[in-house]
Structure formats: C-alpha cells, structure tokens
C-alpha cells in the first residue's frame, strides 16, 4: 500500500512539473503571438492608410480612427502623423480652385489643429499653389475675370488682402 502511495505521489508531482512547463510554454508562446499581431496590424493599417483615398476625399474622420486603431496596436504614431500631414497639405492646395469648400475646410481645420497657423498655411501652401499662379498670369494678362475669379478661389482658400495685394504685386516681377 505504501508503495502504490508513493508512486502515485511522484506521478502527481511529475505531472504538476509537466503542467507548469506547459503553462510556461503556452504563455510564451501566447505572448510571441500577440506580439506578432500586434506587428502584423500595424502593418495593414499602415497598408491601408497608403492605399486608401481617405485624404483624397477629405474623409478625416476615417484617418482618425485608423490613427487611433494603430495606436492601440502599438504602431509609430509620428510616422502616421508625418505621412497624413503631407497628405494634406497636398491635398489642400490642390483642391484651392476646385467647387468642394467642404474638403478645402476640413484640410485647413486639419493643418490648423496640427500646428499650422493661418499665416503658414498662406505662406506656405497658398502662395505657392498653381492657383496663385493663374491669379498672377491673369494679372499680367489684363484678364480682369480670371483674375478675379482665381483670386475667390484663393479667399476660399484662407488668403487675407495682404498677402493677395503681395501676389499682385509680385505678379509684375
């Protein structure tokens, strides 16, 4: 009898050590998965932040979610915010002269509640934009109409009558 306790005793001992490297390798194992998806997730967000025309049709809302959805994931969140950044500014300056004020607002709301002051945005992206130059080529033209018609476009756009008198002047250069 003492015998037969024993043993029973040893598998009983054994099979705890078993359990317990077993639980050891199912937790390691977990956290390498984890950790994998985790990677693996940022990557398709990323993927479908590059793929996506989100910015394009001035869906900022979308962008936000998926920046969030990255976030919780563990991804790089300057490099997220790099990317939609340039994405905007080009897509702002080109939708200057285009018929959607909508997504022309929702990109300046955008660079305004990212560090950009309504000065940067002119100086930067405005002025230099293929509708300024169309305001200055009406200008040099005498084309009252284009001229003034480009420059609505560029006051949808932000400009303020100094800078618009600037590229005015700038356009007999």
Do not use: P, W
């Given at each position: 009898l003492i015998n037969t306790n024993e043993?029973?005793?040893?598998?009983?001992?054994?099979?705890?050590?078993?359990?317990?490297?077993?639980?050891?390798?199912?937790?390691?194992?977990?956290?390498v998965v984890f950790t994998n998806y985790d990677d693996w997730k940022t990557a398709q967000i990323e993927d479908e932040l590059y793929n996506t025309n989100a910015i394009a049709k001035g869906n900022l809302d979308y962008i936000a979610e998926l920046r969030?959805?990255?976030?919780?994931?563990?991804?790089?969140?300057?490099?997220?915010d790099s990317y939609v950044l340039n994405e905007v500014k080009n897509s702002f300056v080109n939708?200057?002269?285009?018929d959607n004020s909508t997504k022309l607002y929702a990109y300046r709301n955008y660079l305004l509640d990212n560090?950009?002051?309504?000065?940067?945005?002119?100086?930067?992206?405005?002025?230099?934009?293929?509708?300024?130059?169309?305001?200055?080529?009406a200008v040099r033209a005498g084309n009252e109409n284009e001229a003034v018609t480009q420059l609505s476009y560029l006051r949808d756009a932000g400009i303020e009558y100094e800078d618009a008198n600037q590229l005015y002047k700038d356009a007999f250069r």
């Open positions: 043993r029973g005793r040893r598998k009983i001992k054994v099979l705890h050590i078993v359990c317990a490297i077993l639980f050891i390798i199912a937790s390691a194992l977990a956290a969030e959805e990255l976030l919780s994931h563990g991804g790089d969140a300057d490099k997220f939708s200057i002269g285009s560090g950009y002051t309504q000065d940067m945005i002119t100086q930067e992206l405005i002025i230099n934009s293929s509708t300024a130059y169309r305001f200055q080529e």
